[in-house]
């Protein structure tokens, strides 16, 4: 298997083979060796181990974020943030190590001691995509160390290169077997599931729905972070130029490859001039080589994935949708996409209910806010949606109305704070939350204890 650069297609960053179901089973039993010992160590030990994890990252950012630039065509600038986020997540569950691991309960009868308690699980599988090849494994790999466990991960074949890179960062400061990589596709990611003690996944909603499946089969615990159709609903008493240039970036940026990118701008009647400006704001985004720092939008991640973005938007023109902004085919080697816009579909249209992934976004109307919660509410997927106002009013009713993981005023639909929990509804997500402190609770399995003085009678 290979992963080329989406900017320069002849330049083949990684070259390897796909591990077989036999080498992932005995990596995970090596793993569970290693596991056992890991989680015998004092905690402030454990502690320390993960703040030089974040050190070594730290003394690597810049191999980082070039190798993420070439292998995935992340803009310089968002990549090497990327990195930055991935250094803070360490030093978070550094120190996340040492917080309470249970909770201590009344006594039942006055004398007994009742309390719970958290334990590691045992071995993570983590399949991760390409498109936050330094962050996603990280928010993975550094909840899973912190409480105990050991961790095997799967990488996308596309992020192969940068994930071997992280991976012998953190082998140079863990123990032996407690963190190792197995590269491949589908096959290796089956496997892994078949075998790991717990599952997290972040991909597509086809690919995640079999491997909740098959974690079901085999009863272990798995969360599935999957794909988005997020809207931004604009208000006429909106900072209207701020607004633009928020969902430009956040529907286009990195090419619209996130899953919390913003897919739907539904503009609420009177907010007529937003559009010009949303319409100037995405043709001023600098559409470029990814290695340029003034670039926000690169290429797509393959040839298939272009393909698939001018179809979609191809199928929008079909489905009555109009091209108020790009549209057009890029010249030249690399897979890039121009941002485009296409208003005037309905809300059932293909470019309003499916995940393109890609810089494409549709732009919708509604008579009023009730229309557009309606309108944003109803998609499969449900993982961010955000509005913009300056009426306290409409700013609460939005929050308690959108049904979405996450739910932000004046604010864009991608970025996330890696301390806060993340992961949405239906279609997006699967099991329990991700990141921040949210993370104990699926790292972890509680017991609860009970001690009674020697000689009570019941
Ligand atoms: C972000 O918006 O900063 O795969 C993170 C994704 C999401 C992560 C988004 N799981 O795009």
């Known amino acids: 298997m290979q992963s080329v650069s989406p900017q320069r297609p002849s330049e083949v960053i990684a070259t390897f083979s796909e591990t077989s179901p036999e080498t992932v089973a005995a990596t ?31 003394a690597a950012a810049r191999d980082l974020t070039e190798l993420g630039i070439a292998e995935v065509g992340k803009p310089r600038l968002e990549m090497a943030s990327e990195v930055q986020r991935g250094i803070a997540i360490l030093q978070y569950y550094a120190g996340a190590v040492l917080d309470p691991e249970g909770d201590a309960l009344p006594s039942p009868d006055g004398k007994s001691l009742l309390w719970s308690r958290r334990h590691a699980q045992g071995v993570a599988g983590l399949i991760t995509p390409w498109n936050f090849p330094v962050a996603i494994p990280l928010w993975k790999m550094a ?15 596309a992020a192969t290169a940068i994930a071997q890179l992280l991976g012998d960062l953190l082998q140079r400061c863990l123990p032996p077997g407690l963190v190792q990589l197995v590269p491949g596709g589908a096959v290796t990611g089956a496997a892994l599931v078949e075998t790991a003690d717990l599952v997290s996944f972040t991909g597509s909603s086809s690919v995640g729905a079999s491997i909740v499946r098959q974690g079901a089969e085999r009863q272990i615990p798995v969360q599935a972070e999957m794909g988005g159709q997020n809207a931004s609903i604009v208000l006429p008493d909106a900072d209207l130029a701020s607004a633009a240039s928020l969902i430009a970036a956040s529907a286009m940026g990195y090419a619209g490859q996130k899953c919390t ?40 991640i393959t040839e ?24 057009q085919p890029f010249a030249g080697d690399g897979y890039f996409v121009e941002p485009t816009l296409v208003a005037g579909l309905e809300p059932s249209a293909h470019l309003c209910q499916e995940e393109v992934f890609a810089p494409v976004a549709a732009v919708l109307t509604a008579r009023d806010l009730d229309e557009a919660i309606e309108v944003a509410n109803g998609v499969r997927f449900g993982l961010v949606s955000s509005v913009y106002t300056s009426n306290l009013d409409a700013a609460m009713d939005s929050l308690s109305r959108l049904q979405t993981g996450l739910v932000r005023v004046n604010a864009p639909t991608s970025g996330v704070d890696f301390y806060a929990p993340f992961g949405g509804t239906g279609a997006s997500g ?9 993370a104990a609770a699926f790292y972890t399995k509680s017991q609860t204890l009970t001690i009674a003085p020697s000689g009570s009678s019941s």
């Open 28 to 58: 995970v039993e090596a793993a569970r060796l290693a596991q056992r010992s890991w989680a015998a160590l004092p905690a402030p030990e454990r502690a320390r181990t993960l703040a030089r994890a974040a050190s070594e990252v730290e």
């Open 143 to 157: 909840p899973a160390l912190a409480y105990g466990n050991a961790v095997v991960l799967k990488p996308a074949p």
């Open 261 to 300: 990118a913003t897919s739907r701008v539904i503009v609420v009647e009177g907010a007529s001039r937003f559009l010009e400006a949303l319409v100037e704001a995405v043709r001023g985004l600098r559409v470029s080589d990814p290695g340029e720092s003034l670039t926000t939008v690169g290429p797509v």
């Open 304 to 327: 298939a994935a272009r393909e698939r973005a001018l179809g979609a938007v191809e199928l929008g023109r079909q489905e009555g949708g109009r091209v108020i902004a790009g549209g």
């Open 430 to 438: 699967y099991g329990m939350k991700e990141q921040g402190k949210a």
